[in-house]
């Protein structure tokens, strides 16, 4: 379940529970007021790192997740409340409701399973946005939870506060809290779901063209993160012991976006850092909000120094360090860089479905331009076949078609006999059909490794997945890099790693679109030699984009050529060499004629 | 049915000036990709302008073109100072930077003018009314309908006859092939936040003439409206936010008239429920963006 070194996870659990468990010990001694202040600390920082397993992960912020801290809340509350005094404050509970009375451990349970239905059911609904869409959405799914928590007041006592609910959240039963939430964040991270969220963040397009399920990840982390948002709305209400709907809106919701943004939203070491800053600026702040001496001057009393202060660090973070202070990475990966120990496999196996690809009548249509027009093709197991064309021919919107990126306006394609036209990205990689992109898309803050990785395990089940990976990348040459994040290759290695990627996926049909762009001759000569190796040792059949004619005639059994979008010639390469029409495609009319 | 006329008066008034709002605010997003939280306080700003001229004994005439000369130098002040570091960062960067803006620009409110709501004194006339074939219709209702009307009239000349207007449309369907067009970056940002203040300003205006008073947190509420409007209508298509901004307004106001006693203190859960809804349907909105069609591959 875990993707990363076992080693990664047992420092940084051991870290949290240490740190966790001497501040609590520090606070007690200290005394009541730093116990107050730590207690609320820990709370907060159960919904910073819940809002970070959303946000994070996911690349989209969020605005709305106060509302499940509130639902958290008022719906633990309802349960621990004394039955008397809900009588008396709630006369109108149905009869269930109000004769309950239970402890703070289980209505916390219940709170939080209730909240996760509730997000399931939320993040069904808005997983379909994308981009700002999905972030606003969250801004409106805050106001109408709050809207209903003043509305419904036979449950909720409306905009009045909501009292008396036992304080039974002390300062340990908040570290309790707080360990699991960062032990679960950190866990979520470097899970399976985690890594292919994570993927998807960096690059939609290809996280699906190596069969990640993108929306079924964020829904997981939506109801996860929920979950942690309820625990900690739970607790907050058993710490304070009233609860009143506005606590639960835009001022705290501010507070600990500011939280998660200024530490960096994608670690745990992120939120860690962040609440901490928040939190020390706001205590030494506040001391100053009163107005004070120095140096003999008295300083007059501003009101709301503390939100200036929150907004300058704010300002600070963003222009200066865009990814907040802890960065990209967690503590433990920057001092102990490295992946999980595998057994290398042998090699890529074979890739059991070897049955030829036939196209037909594929056509694609933008507005008026009909970028590909009733082009019959057939890609065989074993085989190389080549893709040429002038620029804008057609040669990438087929790919596409074929690759389940874009959806053909007329045309099936079917492997063997089975139809594949119709069916989105992620499941045609997990029907053996790979592909490279013409403009390099990997998952840029990803280690190379672990970008190969997310293909392995999320094709064929994620069977032996390490090891698929690990071969992969020593059969394209790239293993030496396996560390490094993939952002910071060159631009040959870039390709080559995007190749790995694509045969993790373990295919039967690899789709290469210009892989030898930007590579000089000695890499060309050598991406020829993997690419040949590959359809002898595994079988592969290939589709081979490239204006490169000296790899393609060296390379290709077939050459299929494409001019407006039309399949003017297929043949063998020399064929394609003297076909007048694939001249004049090319150079233009004879003038000699 | 006078009740269903009278409501749908109010409508287009009210959703004339979200309509307004949500168009400052894809005027922006259009061509940096930023989601501006601040929009908000520029709406304060003019209608702390309009106060202050109130006081000053400044005639209202006078008022209005300053508040919205304000809001207009207060949004590329915003821009100059806040958001040119952060142009080129992610989405979530600019969007978080804004709400930094629009959070510090509230306490200064609050501790340079008062945490208090404020009177603003207007011209009697706008608080009359007037009867037209048995409806009486507010002439502050009428301002509104109006104003938006003839903004909207100027605003589709200016994007359409205008160098700088043509210019914007452009970096909004490629920013990058438009700078190599020689369309100047700077140029082109400015003038649209220079837009989006005038645009805020006039809002801004709408708005205290409805309720002939201002407070820090004036903006907040109508922008965190606009939003809902710009994303229900296409987030970053001018058109769509035009159609979200009205539609948004006609729920508001028509589940006020019509919603039972009982419902009504859900009618803003019910109605962004119904945006949501429709959004499920729409997810990119009414009328989508240009943009978004045009990733390539």
Same mark, same amino acid.
């Given at each position: 379940m875990i993707t990363s070194p076992r080693k990664h996870i047992i420092v940084s659990v051991t870290a949290i529970v240490l740190a966790v468990v001497v501040a609590a010990v520090l606070a007690?001694?200290?005394?009541?007021?730093?116990?107050? #202040?730590?207690?609320?600390?820990?709370?907060?920082?159960?919904?910073?790192?819940?809002?970070?397993?959303?946000?994070?992960?996911?690349?989209?912020?969020?605005?709305?997740?106060?509302?499940?801290?509130?639902?958290?809340?008022?719906?633990?509350?309802?349960?621990?409340?004394?039955? !008397?005094?809900?009588?008396?404050?709630?006369?109108?509970?149905?009869?269930?409701?109000?004769?309950?009375?239970? +402890?703070?451990?289980?209505?916390?349970?219940?709170?939080?399973?209730?909240?996760? %239905?509730? %997000?399931?059911?939320i993040g069904l609904a808005i997983g379909k946005l994308e981009g700002s869409a999905a972030v606003i959405s969250t801004l409106g799914l805050l106001? &109408?939870?709050?809207?209903?928590?003043?509305?419904?007041?036979?449950?909720?006592?409306?905009? !009045?506060?909501?009292?008396?609910?036992?304080?039974?959240?002390?300062?340990?039963?908040?570290?309790?809290?707080?360990?699991?939430?960062? &032990?679960?964040?950190?866990?979520?991270?470097?899970?399976?779901?985690?890594?292919?969220?994570? /993927?998807?963040?960096?690059?939609?397009?290809a996280a699906s063209a190596v069969g990640v399920r993108i929306r079924r990840e964020r829904l997981i982390s939506f109801?996860?993160?929920?979950?942690?948002?309820?625990?900690?709305?739970?607790?907050?209400?058993?710490f304070l012991g009233a609860i009143s709907p506005k606590k639960f809106y835009f001022t705290d919701t501010f507070l600990l976006l500011a939280m998660l943004i200024v530490g960096g939203m994608t670690t745990v070491t992120g939120a860690i850092t962040g609440a901490v800053t928040i939190t020390i600026v706001i205590e030494v702040l506040r001391r100053f909000e009163g107005g004070f001496t120095l140096a003999g001057w008295d300083m007059p009393a501003i009101f709301g120094t503390t939100q200036i202060g929150i907004g300058l660090i704010i300002l600070f973070a963003m222009f200066r360090k865009p990814d907040g202070l802890a960065g990209l990475k967690e503590w433990e990966e920057r001092l102990f860089p490295g992946r999980p120990g595998t057994k290398a496999a042998p090699d890529i196996a074979q890739s059991a479905k070897a049955e030829p690809l036939t196209a037909t009548g594929m056509t694609m249509q933008f507005g008026g331009l009909v970028a590909v027009n009733d082009v019959a093709l057939t890609l065989n197991p074993g085989e190389i076949t080549g893709l040429?064309?002038?620029?804008?021919?057609?040669?990438?919107?087929?790919?596409?078609?074929?690759?389940?990126?874009?959806?053909?306006?007329?045309?099936?394609?079917? !492997?063997?006999?089975?139809?594949?036209?119709?069916? #989105?990205?992620?499941?045609?990689?997990?029907?053996?059909?790979?592909?490279?992109? $013409?403009?390099?898309?990997?998952?840029?803050?990803?280690?190379?490794?672990?970008?190969?990785?997310?293909?392995?395990?999320?094709?064929?089940?994620?069977?032996?997945?390490?090891?698929?990976? !690990?071969? /992969?990348?020593?059969?394209?040459?790239?293993?030496?890099?396996?560390?490094?994040?993939? +952002?910071?290759?060159?631009?040959?290695? $870039?390709?080559?790693?995007?190749?790995a990627r694509a045969l993790a996926c373990q295919p039967s049909l690899l789709f290469l679109d210009e892989p030898a762009a930007?590579?000089?001759?000695?890499?060309?000569?050598?991406?020829?030699?993997?690419?040949?190796?590959?359809?002898?040792?595994?079988?592969? *059949?290939?589709?081979?984009?490239?204006?490169?004619?000296?790899?393609?005639?060296?390379?290709?059994?077939?050459?299929?050529?494409?001019?407006e979008g039309h399949l003017i010639a297929e043949g063998t390469p020399q064929d394609i060499r003297n076909n007048p029409v694939v001249i004049e495609a090319y150079l233009g009319p004879n003038r000699q004629d | 049915m006078d009740l269903l006329l009278q409501q749908t008066v109010n409508a287009f008034a009210l959703g004339g000036t979200y309509a307004l709002l949500a168009l400052g605010l894809a005027v922006v997003f259009s061509i940096m990709g930023l989601i501006n939280f601040a929009h908000g306080e520029l709406m304060t700003i003019a209608g702390y302008t309009l106060m202050y001229c109130g006081i000053a004994g400044v005639s209202f005439m006078l008022a209005v073109p300053l508040?919205?000369?304000?809001?207009?130098?207060?949004?590329?002040?915003?821009?100059?100072?806040?958001?040119r570091p952060v142009r080129n960062s992610s989405g979530a960067t600019m969007l978080v930077t804004s709400f930094a803006v629009s959070m510090i620009l509230q306490v200064l409110f609050q501790n340079l003018i008062s945490t208090r709501s404020q009177a603003v004194i207007l011209p009697a006339i706008l608080s009359q009314s007037v009867t037209i074939g048995g409806l009486v219709i507010g002439v502050n209702k009428i301002a509104a309908i109006v104003a938006t009307i003839v903004m909207l009239i100027f605003l589709d000349i200016f994007m359409k006859r205008q160098k700088t207007g043509i210019a914007m449309r452009a970096a909004a369907e490629d920013f990058n092939i438009a700078r190599l067009m020689g369309i100047r970056a700077n140029t082109v940002i400015a003038g649209a936040f220079a837009l989006s203040g005038m645009l805020a300003g006039v809002a801004a205006v709408l708005w205290v003439s409805q309720r002939s008073s201002v407070d820090p947190h004036m903006g907040f509420l109508p922008v965190v409206k606009a939003f809902i409007a710009a994303i229900l209508g296409g987030l970053g298509s001018l058109r769509g936010a035009v159609a979200g901004g009205f539609l948004l307004g006609f729920i508001e106001i028509y589940?006020?008239?019509?919603?039972?006693? *009982?419902?009504?203190?859900?009618?803003?859960?019910?109605?962004?429920?119904?945006? #949501?809804?429709?959004?499920l349907f729409r997810p990119n909105g009414l009328i989508p963006a240009a943009s978004l069609k045009s990733e390539k591959v």
């Open positions: 007690t001694v200290l005394g009541t007021a730093s116990e107050r #202040v730590l207690t609320v600390f820990f709370i907060s920082l159960i919904a910073v790192v819940g809002m970070g397993v959303y946000s994070g992960n996911s690349g989209i912020l969020t605005f709305g997740h106060l509302s499940f801290m509130a639902i958290g809340a008022y719906a633990a509350s309802l349960l621990t409340l004394p039955a !008397q005094l809900k009588i008396a404050t709630l006369p109108k509970l149905p009869e269930w409701l109000a004769t309950t009375e239970m +402890g703070l451990l289980p209505a916390t349970l219940i709170a939080v399973l209730l909240t996760c %239905a509730v %997000a399931l059911l106001i &109408i939870v709050h809207g209903i928590a003043i509305g419904w007041r036979d449950v909720t006592r409306g905009s !009045q506060t909501f009292f008396g609910i036992p304080r039974e959240a002390s300062l340990w039963v908040a570290a309790i809290g707080v360990i699991i939430a960062l &032990i679960v964040a950190r866990l979520y991270r470097d899970s399976i779901s985690g890594l292919r969220l994570r /993927a998807g963040r960096e690059n939609a397009i109801v996860l993160s929920a979950a942690l948002m309820a625990l900690s709305g739970a607790l907050i209400a058993h040429i064309g002038p620029n804008g021919s057609g040669k990438t919107t087929l790919m596409n078609m074929l690759s389940g990126v874009l959806v053909p306006t007329k045309g099936r394609f079917y !492997q063997g006999t089975t139809e594949l036209s119709g069916l #989105v990205s992620h499941e045609i990689a997990n029907r053996g059909i790979a592909r490279t992109f $013409q403009n390099i898309r990997l998952f840029d803050t990803l280690s190379v490794y672990q970008n190969v990785l997310v293909a392995a395990l999320s094709t064929n089940g994620g069977k032996n997945a390490h090891g698929r990976a !690990q071969a /992969a990348l020593t059969r394209m040459g790239v293993a030496d890099h396996a560390d490094e994040d993939a +952002g910071t290759l060159s631009y040959g290695d $870039q390709r080559r790693v995007e190749i930007g590579m000089n001759r000695d890499e060309t000569d050598n991406l020829t030699e993997t690419l040949r190796a590959l359809t002898r040792d595994l079988g592969l *059949g290939i589709l081979l984009v490239d204006h490169d004619l000296k790899l393609i005639n060296q390379l290709c059994d077939r050459i299929a050529v494409l001019n | 508040a919205i000369a304000m809001a207009m130098i207060a949004a590329v002040l915003m821009e100059r100072i806040a958001f589940l006020a008239a019509f919603l039972p006693p *009982g419902l009504q203190e859900f009618r803003d859960p019910i109605g962004l429920s119904i945006v #949501v809804a429709i959004l």
